[in-house]
């Protein structure tokens, strides 16, 4: 394989953020997220059901040092979900990201106080999961399938990783290492082990950014293991299951061990299939193994279903998991707006994979999902005040509907407080809190902007120190401002900037001149030395658009979506009135294109003069079709990610035209 | 209440069926459904489960009499579901119909056979449930709400009421008036009484069917009670379901005790709400008891009832109950067309329901609903060869759909062989076998007509014996020729025609003489002496027609359906091939309109050029909005009731316009 134009995304220190639309998002998820996360870790909230999260560990942690005593009442064992250990994984994670960008001591030291704890449950052999300590060590490592031991290991991961990046603080990483050896001890090819691998995937690539940190052949080794033995025959879960006598909660499904992407050798799929978030988890691990090993089979195979799911599967929010139905994809062009399940956790997965692809060979088209979750999908989860949550994204909303009509049973018409199964607003906080790592990447001679945001960066690049500062009202305005600082004097790089998919026109200039850029797979490329003080102004047109959808998704047929620039809209009851299926687009002429600042936290809106099907003369429910009675009813669109925050109402992304 | 122009349907022994649209269904039903499903109540089906329901039957008349010895096994007790015994109900009610058209000895002497061994198993009080009897009789009316002890009663009643005037024999008859006078004596106004009602409707119009045969007021008054103190406060299943520990299953559903119709008095409730077997069932008796009591304010309830439903929560074929969840109607407009649930048996109480609110006053708009259901949204619930059968009634079908989207699970692209749950199959029976009572009714000095279709009808109307015959090729065709039979010399009387709402022009003729008639509430009247040999020629224009539906419907926007007479048309995959919903009516100008004997045992068949969307040069999920490409394709319509009978495959009725 050749892996010369393989990238790197930037360290989370490498980049600092000061936009004027992210980080408002940046600071919610500082200043209310990340707190109230930590209240509910430790069961401080009132009126919420416990999370029991700490109190595992506390428990834990008096069960391996009988010499602790947290207090924690000796007759009441595990609390919460089998995967509860996840949750404070993910708030360190988070947390940690956050003190780069905002140092604070007391936050610091309630994650070491956190780490203390967590390693004070740790087993003398490395085991660290509070649900098999408390209940029993002997039945660990007996349902890999359902238990989600190996996801929990894969969130310390990745939380190990990001505290020491943030801190250099070895203690968290140092356990979760010694917790890897654990299971290597206990999972692999060899004879005697069990040939395993987990049920819910993250592991695969906490274990790749784990080998990121200690460069140990090892932590690489076992999560190839785990791509690798995936859906080999026989399979585990089949073998596992029998053996165990465990459930098997999908055996009369069509999904069978797919649910997992457990039924075939990653390489043999070729279709996103079963639980959403399990599955881009595992594609962005799968990613991650091709671009550092080079196996074309694999890239193949991320490829394969990388297309698969931005071609036939996902939503133009970048929203995906059709399918209420154990959360999942169901099949191609299937795209209900109103019974999706699109859960933010997926659309985060979806990203998480998008930058891996990304860095195995920069494409506009990959990052053009990246940046369609951002915008769209992703932080249409959280309320504007950082409050309230959406599990379930639909792109149409009906209140009756969602009170009677089972099929949206699932479909919140307004955020919800907190979750008892609390994974999305969590990993909001982990990929906000961590934007700076998505915006740049680097390979040895190229540097490449992917996202466009007010930042400042820095890289070695061609052998030099090179800084470079953003400034834009991105994506509410078309223009770009970069401007180069090469302290140790001119460094000679290429460097490419995303033109993106939506974009149909647009003009750069450096230094003031105009200047012609080769577009290479969606990268306008500029190759010079850069010196101290470059300019680069880039300036993408950003119309309104109306999109639709292929021939083949039945349920937008004679519908449109309106987009400009990233950002997709939506009408909201609050602003058209009820029954948003009788508006229609008509064609829209001279549209009006706003920014309010004080409306949800300030929006560009749009407003154009659409139509209205009146309602007919006799109150029939069946005619003899008939031309339309249409009259004239100004529309007024505002920003998707934003609906939900003035009360319960319709809403809809697709428009009859 | 004026009660002057109401009228009462023809008894089943005065119209003799001879059509060539429905004669064959109705010996499908003699021939196929009647036989197989004793041979399935007597759990002789080889491969199927056992329905238990005659064994249950024999096990009861051994308890009730222990001379008695079938051979059932002592130790295995009650089979089947709680409502088991209506099964045989429903099939005594079909057979006896059909031995009204069709005299067959063996039928009989199998009608005996049952009829002695369900008199066998009834108590000496006059009891007669073999759930109970079997289960333990201390436990009997504890639980009105859910086991549905009074709906058995009640298909009892109609199955008694149809033996007894198929063949004059009393036994059923009188068996089921001792238990009315059990059920009369346990419950009712009176202090000691349990003030209850069925919780599953059908007693109401069946005790009241019974009053017709025995004149008895007490009959009425048990009918009368049933619906009026439904719904009254304290809420009798409220207090049932406390007072017996019993399960509430809608206690966390927003259909509460309206999921019975029970939530509020009959009188007070404006929207068909609930499991919508039950609701319009309550309804048709409802209806019944306006009829005879000339109860103003339930006269008015049901006409709201049938306005809302007809009005807001139909689907075009007749089909009702829209949500799956419960079986139950949802809310106006909501009307699905993939994930309907649209039960037969729903389809077949609307036709109850219309044809009882003719007999109060006779609309056309009411027997336009009854003549949409039966040729649409009921006989779509039987395959062409009688032998399998469709609970549920989409439509629009996706084969994919069905099998993995939970939405539609319940959804089947091809008919079932037989339920473990088996209403709907009987319930064809007997609503088919009994068609003849539906086609004409009659007060003092009016004669109605409201289905056209092959027959010979007598009735004695002012004051004379007069027989009419109606030759026709209804559906297909919209000439129907009527030949009146004035045997005791000429009569005077009205005869009312009706003009279905499809029909927008039409031609009538007196022997050979074009006549005007006043059209009356949708019936064309004709007020004369009536002679020996006049004849009638009606003849209907049946252009196709697209039809639209009402712009509060959402799911149809920017669709049509094709009609022609009350025929619904719809695409089929085996004739238009996959991915339906790319297909575009365009302006249809010349149509062919076919009839193929040899097509699915004879339809009439539509064709003309219609469009369908090209696929895109580039394989994108989205795009900015471009001019569709349309390329021409023949469109092929078949009846809707026909669909599912060359395999599975995709079907559509609301087509792209």
Redesign the interface.
């Known amino acids: 394989m050749d892996t010369s134009n393989q990238s790197t995304p930037f360290s989370i220190r490498d980049t600092a953020i000061n936009d004027s639309f992210w980080s408002p998002f940046m600071e919610r998820i500082r200043t209310k997220v990340i707190p109230y996360q930590w209240d509910a870790l430790n069961d401080r909230i009132p009126d919420a059901e416990p999370s029991y999260c700490m109190r595992n560990f506390k428990l834990a942690a008096e069960l391996t040092h009988p010499e602790l005593d947290y207090g924690v009442p000796g007759d009441i064992g595990y609390g919460g979900t089998v995967f509860q250990d996840s949750d404070i994984a993910k708030w360190i994670e988070a947390a940690s990201y956050s003190l780069v960008w905002h140092p604070d001591p007391e936050l610091e030291k309630n994650l070491d106080g956190a780490i203390d704890i967590i390693c004070d449950a740790q087993q003398k052999d490395g085991y660290l999961d509070t649900y098999y300590i408390i209940n029993g060590l002997d039945r660990r490592f007996t349902n890999l399938k359902d238990n989600h031991e190996l996801y929990c290991f894969g969130h310390f991961l990745e939380a190990a990783a990001a505290h020491y990046e943030a801190t250099g603080k070895r203690k968290l990483l140092d356990a979760l290492i010694r917790y890897a050896e654990c299971i290597s001890r206990h999972i692999g090819p060899e004879e005697g082990k069990l040939h395993g691998y987990p049920g819910h995937e993250i592991a695969e690539m906490a274990l790749i950014r784990l080998y990121g940190v200690t460069k140990d052949e090892r932590h690489l080794k076992l999560a190839r293991y785990f791509i690798d033995q995936r859906g080999q025959r026989p399979l585990y879960f089949e073998e596992e299951t029998q053996r165990n006598n465990n459930d098997f909660p999908w055996k009369d499904s ?1 999904m069978q061990y797919q649910y997992y992407q457990a039924g075939k050798p990653v390489r043999d799929q070729h279709r996103a299939e079963g639980h959403a978030v399990r599955a881009v988890y595992l594609y962005a691990g799968m990613a991650d193994a091709a671009r550092l090993t080079g196996d074309k089979k694999l890239r193949d195979a991320c490829e394969t279903l990388f297309a698969n799911i ?3 599967q ?1 939503y ?1 929010t970048g929203s995906i998991g059709q ?3 154990g959360e999942s994809f ?2 191609d062009y ?1 795209l ?1 707006n109103d ?1 999706v399940y699109g859960e933010t956790c997926a659309a985060i997965g979806l990203a998480f994979f998008a930058r891996r692809m990304c860095s195995i060979t920069p494409r506009s088209a990959y990052a053009d999902v990246l940046e369609k979750t951002l915008y769209n999908g992703i932080i249409s989860g959280m309320s504007l005040d950082g409050r309230a949550f959406f599990y379930v994204n639909p792109l149409e909303a009906l209140p ?2 969602s ?5 949206m049973r699932h479909v919140k018409i307004e955020r919800q407080k907190w979750f008892a199964c609390a994974c999305c607003p969590p990993n909001l906080a982990r990929i906000i809190a961590s934007l700076g790592a998505y915006v740049h990447s680097l390979n040895v001679d190229t540097l490449y902007t992917h996202l466009y945001l007010g930042n400042e960066a820095k890289c070695t690049v061609g052998g030099k120190e090179v800084s470079l500062k953003t400034e834009t009202r991105y994506p509410w305005e078309g223009r770009i401002d970069i401007t180069f600082t090469a302290t140790s004097g001119g460094a000679f790089f290429a460097y490419g900037l995303r033109i993106p998919g939506w974009c ?1 026109s647009y003009t750069l200039e450096l230094n003031g001149e105009k200047t012609a850029a080769v577009v290479q797979d969606g990268y306008a490329m500029l190759k010079r030395e850069w010196r101290d003080g470059d300019r680069l102004t880039l300036v993408f047109d950003m119309p309104v ?10 349920e937008n ?2 519908k ?2 309106l987009m400009r620039g990233p950002v997709v809209y939506c009408l909201e009851e609050a602003d058209n009135g009820k ?1 948003l ?2 508006l229609r687009l008509g064609t829209p002429a001279a549209c009006s294109v706003t920014y309010e600042k004080d409306l949800l936290e300030g929006v560009t809106v749009i407003s154009f003069a659409g139509k209205r ?4 003369p006799k ?8 031309d ?1 009675v249409l009259e004239d009813r100004p529309l007024r669109f505002i920003p998707y990610y934003a609906w939900a925050n003035r009360g319960p109402g319709e809403m809809t992304v697709w428009v ?2």
Do not use: F
């Open positions: 069509y931005a071609g036939k996902m133009i399918s209420a139905y169901s099949y299937d209900p019974t009756e509907a009170l009677k009509d089972p099929r149909r658009t109306l999109v639709e959808s292929s021939p083949h998704v039945r047929r004679g449109a979506a029954e299926y009788r099907e009146k309602d007919w109150d029939e429910l069946y005619r003899p079709l008939d339309p009859n035209r």
